[in-house]
């Protein structure tokens, strides 16, 4: 499932997230890939662990751990720390998978990606090209969003993000390890709650919508994994 959250970040976060990023060091962004990923990825990210990278990356969990949307659809155990990444002058990453273990450098935290989140802090008139490219059975997904908006997608997934010909494309991006570790329950608790809440809007709450959160929750505790 690939899920659009907007407004993960509010307009004046983001303003100030572009200030303290313009002033960043940047390193070569290889530096946090295996062989295949090194092979196809020319960008830039922030060093992991920086005091920038954590200080902007402790804001990006809490916006979206806080974001009912985002736990609807990643139900998300852990998180790691979120990492940065620029693309210019024709920088891109070719089609890759995401490890399924990540950890940190310093060995502090590991979880299983099952979700991979990219929260733009690009507006797309900034930038030509840079799309995120996302295969799945129905084929191939183009995504680029306002800044602030993030994009949530199975770790599972093959994707790229196409070439930038023109401008700067920054982005944060993040693993979370869920709580339900299949793509296509998670998919399916995520639609019976969005609609467990549209009837709690049109209805209020009745027998029928409490009996159907009961049904949630009970799906919920006989997939998730703690
Ligand atoms: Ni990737």
Not at 48 to 65: D, F, K, M, Q, Y
Not at 84 to 101: P, Q
Not at 117 to 122: E, K, Y
Request: glycine fraction near 10%; include cysteine.
């Amino acid at each position: 499932m690939m899920l659009h959250v907007p407004g993960v970040l509010t307009p004046e976060q983001v303003r100030q997230f572009r200030q303290q990023l313009a002033a960043a060091e940047w390193i070569d962004g290889r530096a946090s890939v295996g062989p295949q990923g090194a092979a196809v990825k020319r960008n830039r990210q922030l060093a992991e662990g920086s005091p920038l990278c954590v200080e902007l990356g402790n804001i990006i969990v809490r916006a979206l751990t806080a974001n009912p949307l985002f736990f609807s659809g990643a139900l998300p155990l852990r998180i790691l720390p979120p990492y940065f990444n620029s693309y210019t002058g024709g920088e891109h990453y070719g089609l890759h998978i995401d490890g399924a273990i990540r950890a940190r450098n310093d060995g502090s935290q590991t979880l299983r990606a099952d979700v991979s989140t990219t929260v733009f802090l690009s507006d797309p008139e900034e930038y030509e090209g840079g799309e995120l490219t996302v295969m799945d059975s129905y084929g191939s997904h183009e995504v680029k969003l306002p800044a602030g908006d993030a994009i949530v997608y199975p770790s599972s997934s093959i994707h790229r993000v196409n070439p930038v010909t023109k401008g700067e494309r920054i982005a944060s991006f993040l693993w979370t390890q869920s709580m339900v570790r299949d793509d296509w329950k998670r998919s399916m608790l995520f639609d019976l709650d969005q609609n467990i809440q549209k009837l709690r809007g049109q209805h209020g709450d009745n027998e029928a919508t409490v009996g159907l959160a009961g049904h949630y929750h009970n799906l919920l505790r006989m997939w998730a994994e703690m």
